[in-house]
């Protein structure tokens, strides 16, 4: 038997449907009229489906609903929590999720059998681990891990589509402290050969939620923003968006979406600035768009302070160009990064093993006031450096680093590569 409380959106939907699947359901909302008209066959809210499936499941009587949720859990052996955590004045409401795992500690007490709690409702990272298994082991005096486990599955569920999604979800998400909790959560969720299960901890499970909705929002802004620049230039917004999704290589892609260094070179900051001054002219307001140069700005400067937080230590930056591979400097975060360090007081070396030290760009560059100046090779920037500053995905600089570098080391990865070949004695990844 499985238990489901809370019968919003997210926990009827995962009730019928679970139930249309031959499970044994046992359902619990406060709400009276919501259990009543469950229990009648019908859903107390429009989803395309729902009515029909909620029919079925209570006919078949795999599906039960009651206002007891402390009964439902002392009947099950799984209890899925599906309450609304809604913003209040700006902040997260865990009102509805507290009184709910208040239920279950309760309830869990006069178990004696191996109870696993999934949490479906949208928490941020930490509430999991801080909250709910601290909580429920308190109420219930049971030791976690032992008598009961917990496990973070967060729902991706779209209205108006949320039973297709459950049936056949693109991924399903299980943050587990335990591989015997993952197990049977992953056994309860329905999937596909081309659904993609993701086992984590708990805290990037309730993140992953997170980042799914930015995303989503972040899509839509986007093309409502250029479907408005394209209208006033007498162009046809939905064609232009659906020309661009084809590029399924660099555009709907996982390409770019690697975190890292800022964005550089010769193209993206002149063509934002081409775009803006275009929207400007045409009266069109973008933020959106406009605000990606100071975000970048905003991440150059974090991985400056990362770099340079401790005064009077001497940096060594390994690779220059502004893509791995490439000997183009102009525009680089690289050397834009160089310059900020060295402006701040610190003194700096750049090795590029793809870029002539004699060359036209580094003596223009080396020309400037207060550059930094460059090391002829990897040896000699490490033997001058406190810090390093990985820069370029480079198995030259990788095997460099490991044979050459010393426990008193400071290394900042930014290209994402050197995570587990680095011998330094402190390593930081820029956002890992």
């Given at each position: ?22 499970r044994q359901i046992i359902a619990s909302d406060l709400e009276r009229s919501v259990v009543a008209n469950l229990m009648s066959g019908r859903a107390s809210l429009v989803e395309p489906g729902l009515d029909k499936l909620v029919a079925a499941a209570v006919a078949?009587?795999r599906l039960q609903a009651t206002t007891d949720a402390a009964a439902a859990v002392a009947a099950s052996s799984v209890t899925i929590v599906c309450v609304g955590t809604p913003n209040v004045d700006g902040a997260i409401d865990l009102s509805q ?336």
């Amino acid at each position: 038997m499985i238990s489901v409380i809370g019968l919003g959106h997210v926990g009827i939907v995962t009730a019928a449907s679970l139930a249309h699947g031959g499970r044994q359901i046992i359902a619990s909302d406060l709400e009276r009229s919501v259990v009543a008209n469950l229990m009648s066959g019908r859903a107390s809210l429009v989803e395309p489906g729902l009515d029909k499936l909620v029919a079925a499941a209570v006919a078949s009587r795999r599906l039960q609903a009651t206002t007891d949720a402390a009964a439902a859990v002392a009947a099950s052996s799984v209890t899925i929590v599906c309450v609304g955590t809604p913003n209040v004045d700006g902040a997260i409401d865990l009102s509805q999720l507290t009184t709910a795992l208040d239920t279950i500690g309760q309830a869990l007490a006069g178990v004696n059998h191996y109870h696993l709690v999934i949490i479906r409702s949208t928490t941020l990272p930490g509430t999991t681990r801080r909250m709910a298994v601290p909580m429920l082991q308190r109420l219930s005096g049971r030791v976690y891990l032992r008598d009961f486990g917990v496990c973070h599955c967060p729902e991706f569920l779209r209205e108006g589509e949320a039973i297709g999604d459950f049936r056949d979800p693109p991924k399903i998400v299980i943050g587990e402290q335990s591989a015997r909790d993952g197990d049977i959560a992953l056994d309860i969720f329905p999937r596909s050969p081309q659904t993609h299960v993701i086992r984590t901890d708990f805290e990037s499970a309730e993140m992953l939620k997170y980042i799914d909705n930015a995303w989503h929002a972040m899509k839509v802004g986007f093309a409502n923003e250029i479907g408005s620049m394209a209208k006033a230039l007498h162009l046809d917004g939905r064609r232009l968006m659906a020309d661009f999704a084809t590029d399924t290589r660099l555009n709907i892609s996982p390409a770019y979406l690697a975190p890292g260094a800022p964005y550089g070179g010769g193209c993206l900051s002149k063509d934002l600035v081409a775009l803006g001054a275009l929207a400007r002219e045409r009266g069109v307001e973008i933020p959106l768009i406009d605000a990606i140069a100071s975000s970048n700005r905003a991440h150059a400067e974090r991985l400056s302070q990362l770099v340079g937080g401790q005064p009077g230590e001497r940096i060594g930056v390994i690779g220059a160009a502004f893509k791995a591979g490439s000997s183009d400097i102009r525009g680089s975060p690289y050397v834009a990064l160089a310059e900020s360090l060295a402006l701040r007081g610190h003194e700096v070396r750049v090795h590029d093993r793809n870029i002539d030290p004699l060359g036209p760009a580094v003596r223009a560059w080396s020309g400037k006031g207060g550059a930094p100046r460059i090391a002829h090779s990897l040896r000699a920037l490490v033997d001058f450096s406190d810090v390093l500053v990985l820069c370029h995905a480079d198995a030259v600089y990788i095997d460099g680093l490991c044979r050459f570098t010393r426990t008193s080391h400071r290394v900042i990865d930014v290209a994402g590569a050197g995570r587990d070949a680095l011998g330094a004695g402190s390593y930081s990844g820029i956002c890992w």
